[in-house]
C-alpha cells in the first residue's frame, strides 16, 4: 500500500488527502494546527463554476477565456481548460458531503459577480464560503481516519525534503513538542503550504503560510515559478494585527469606491471604466486607489439591510468588531494589500514538480492563475488541485525503497542541536520585520529598477546576517530555522521582477508600463549553490 506525506491540511491538503485516501493510499497530514485554523477558512467570497443552472449566456469556454485573459494569456490553456471543465462536478462534491451553499426562494443557487468576470458564476455561503468548504472536508477526513487511512499529525512543521539522486523520498520534520527533527519516508510528498505572507509581514493572509517550505524546497532544487506575480486586494481594512479581508462579494452585491473632493464623493472607478468599474480586476481598482492619493471608501450603506445580514454578515461583523463601523449606515475605509501569490513551486499539469515524487497543490503550486488571479478561482483550484495530485500519485510507482538518508539526517539533527543551545545578538524576528518592510517598499504595487535593486540589496545583507543567527529563545525553534529559507525566497521573488522588465497583471513596472510580446511567458527560476537562474518558459512547459 503507497504511503503519502501531505504537509498543509487547508482546503488543498485535505482534498488530496481524502482523494489518496478513496484510493486506498495511506495518508499522513501534517500541519502545526487544526485545519479550522487554517488560512482556508479566511475565503469569504465564494467559489466559481458554471453548473447546469448557470446564468443566460454563460459556458465553461467563458470561464476558461475570462481565466486566461485575467492571468493574461500567462497560464497554459490546458491547465485551464482542466480546471473550469471540472468546477461544476466541484460543487456537486461539495454538495454532496454537506456544504450548503447560498439558494433563492426556488432553491436555485444564489450567483455572484465577480471582477474580471463577463457573468455571475461566483457559488458563496454567505461571505464565509471558505468555512463551510473547511468543515466539509474536515468530516470526511475524520471518516478515512476512522478507517485508518488518514493519520493527522499536528504541531509538526516541515524542515526539508529528503531527496537524494533527484527524487523525493518524503520529509525530515520539526515536532514542536519533542522539539527534535524526525524523517518520514513516503512513495510522494505533497506539499500544501499555502502563499509566502511572511515576507511581507501584516497582510489578509495566515502568518503560518510563510513561504519557508518553498524557499527551503527551491535550495533543494525545486523550480519556482512566476514569483514577481503578487495580488493585492484593493478593499481591506487596518486593524493592528493584519489587514482584515473586505471581500469583493461587497463590489459584486453592488458597492461603490469612492473618495471624497470637499464634500463631494467621486466614484472614481465607475467615472473611468462605466458601470461595471467596480469590478474590474484586483491589480487595477489597487493602482487606481493609490493613483488617487485620497482616503478611499467603499460603500454599501444603500443596500437593504435585511439583504446586507442575508448575504454579507461577516463583512458587516468584521466592521463592526474591528472599527466601529455600521456598514448598513456608513462606509468602509479601505486599502490594497496582499492579499494572494500567483507565483509558487513551478509544477505540471499532474501537479508534479520538476523532481519526481515532489507535488504541489494549492497557493503554494504555480500554474492556473497566470500574472493574475480571478476572484472565485482560488477555492476552486485548491479543490481541483489536491483532487489531480491524488489521481497522478496513485498512477505512480511507489520510490521508497532505495535511499539511505542516514549520513543526511545525522548532519541537521547535529546543525538543529547547535541552533538550540546557541545564543545571537540578532533577533528572528528583528529580521523578519526589517524584510516585511523592505518587501512592502520595494515590491508593492508599483516597481521599479532601481527600487527593487534597493531590495535585492537589503535582503542579501539579512541573509549574511541570517547566517550568524543560532537561536533567540523568545520565539518558536521554528522562527529561527525558517528564516534563511524565508529570506531566500524573497530574494527570488524581487529577482523574477527585477528580470521581467515589462507590466503585465499583478507586476506593474513604472520604468516599463507596458506589456511586451518578449515576456508573454512563465518566469522560472532556479538555484544552484547559492546562484539564481531566471529563463522565460514561452511554451508552457510545465503546464501544458
Known amino acids: 500500500m503507497k504511503e503519502i506525506l501531505i504537509i498543509g491540511n487547508g482546503i488543498s491538503g485535505m482534498m488530496c488527502a481524502i482523494r489518496c485516501a478513496e484510493s486506498g493510499m495511506k495518508v499522513k497530514l501534517i500541519a502545526p494546527g487544526p485545519s479550522e485554523q487554517s488560512q482556508s477558512v479566511m475565503a469569504a467570497g465564494g467559489i466559481n463554476a458554471v453548473t447546469e443552472r448557470h446564468e443566460e449566456g454563460d459556458s465553461v469556454q467563458c470561464h476558461i477565456e475570462d ?12 491547465a485551464v481548460s482542466g480546471l473550469c471543465s471540472d468546477a461544476k462536478e466541484v460543487i456537486h462534491y461539495l454538495e454532496r458531503i454537506g456544504t450548503v451553499f447560498s439558494v433563492d426562494e426556488h432553491d436555485h443557487p444564489l450567483l455572484r459577480a465577480f471582477g474580471g468576470q463577463t457573468y455571475k458564476r461566483t457559488h458563496y455561503c454567505g461571505s464565509s464560503t471558505g468555512k463551510h468548504i473547511v468543515s466539509a472536508l474536515v468530516m470526511e477526513v475524520r471518516r478515512f481516519e476512522a478507517a485508518g487511512l488518514i493519520t493527522r499529525i499536528l504541531r509538526h512543521h516541515f524542515y526539508s525534503a529528503l531527496i537524494n539522486d533527484s527524487r523525493c523520498y518524503g520529509a525530515l520534520l520539526y515536532d ?68 482584515m479581508l ?26 473611468k471604466y462605466g458601470p461595471k468599474g467596480n469590478l474590474m480586476t484586483r491589480d487595477l481598482i489597487s493602482r487606481e486607489i493609490m493613483a488617487t492619493g485620497k482616503d478611499v471608501f467603499l460603500d454599501i450603506s444603500f443596500m437593504d439591510k435585511k439583504l446586507i445580514d442575508s448575504r454579507l454578515p461577516e463583512v458587516r461583523d468584521i466592521c463592526a468588531k474591528y472599527s466601529g463601523i455600521d456598514i448598513s449606515k456608513k462606509p468602509i475605509p479601505v486599502a490594497p494589500s496582499v492579499h ?21 497543490v494549492g497557493e503554494c503550486a504555480s500554474i492556473y492563475h497566470g500574472a493574475n488571479r480571478l476572484g472565485g478561482n482560488s477555492l476552486l483550484s485548491a479543490m481541483y488541485s489536491g483532487k489531480v495530485a491524488a489521481e497522478s500519485i496513485s498512477g505512480e510507482n511507489a520510490g521508497r525503497e532505495s535511499a539511505d538518508f ?55 545583507y539579512y541573509l549574511s546576517v541570517a547566517d550568524r543567527i543560532h537561536y533567540d529563545s523568545s520565539v518558536s525553534a521554528y522562527t529561527n530555522y525558517s528564516l534563511n529559507g524565508i529570506l531566500t525566497l524573497a530574494l527570488a521573488s524581487l529577482t523574477c521582477a527585477e528580470a521581467r522588465r515589462e507590466s503585465r497583471g499583478a507586476h506593474y513596472r513604472s520604468d516599463y508600463p507596458t506589456s511586451l510580446e518578449e515576456f508573454r511567458a512563465a518566469t522560472i527560476i532556479t538555484y544552484n549553490e547559492g546562484n ?13
Not at 547547535?418 to 523592505?438: N, Q
Not at 504595487?445 to 535582503?459: C, F, N, Q, T, Y
Not at 522565460?536 to 512547459?541: K, L, Q
Open 340 to 360: 494572494y501569490f500567483m507565483g509558487g513551486l513551478a509544477v505540471h499539469k499532474d501537479h508534479a514538480t520538476n523532481i519526481p515524487g515532489l507535488y504541489a
Open 246 to 271: 473586505i471581500s469583493e462579494a461587497v463590489r459584486g452585491e453592488g458597492g461603490r469606491l469612492f473618495y471624497l473632493d470637499g464634500d463631494q464623493k467621486v466614484f472614481f472607478m465607475e467615472d
Open 176 to 243: 514542536e513538542d519533542a522539539r527534535v527533527l524526525v524523517p518520514v519516508y513516503s512513495d510522494a510528498l505533497v506539499m500544501a503550504s499555502g502563499g509566502q505572507n511572511s515576507l511581507f509581514g501584516k497582510t489578509t493572509g495566515s502568518s503560518r503560510c510563510d513561504g519557508y517550505a518553498a524557499g527551503r524546497l527551491f535550495m533543494q532544487g525545486a523550480a519556482l515559478k512566476n514569483l514577481e506575480f503578487i495580488q493585492f486586494h484593493p478593499t481591506t481594512l487596518e486593524t493592528p494585527q493584519k489587514r
Open 406 to 460: 542516514e549520513s543526511y539526517i545525522l548532519s541537521e539533527q547535529k546543525k538543529f542541536k547547535k541552533m538550540l543551545e546557541a545564543d545571537s545578538p540578532f533577533a528572528a524576528m528583528h529580521i523578519r520585520d526589517l524584510l516585511a518592510g523592505t518587501m512592502r517598499e520595494h515590491m508593492s504595487i508599483v516597481r521599479s529598477a532601481d527600487s527593487l535593486s534597493k531590495g535585492m540589496e537589503d535582503v542579501r
Open 532 to 544: 539564481m537562474k531566471v529563463t522565460f518558459d514561452r511554451e508552457n512547459a510545465y503546464e501544458d
Open 67 to 78: 481565466t486566461l485573459k485575467g492571468g493574461a494569456y500567462l497560464a497554459g490553456s490546458n
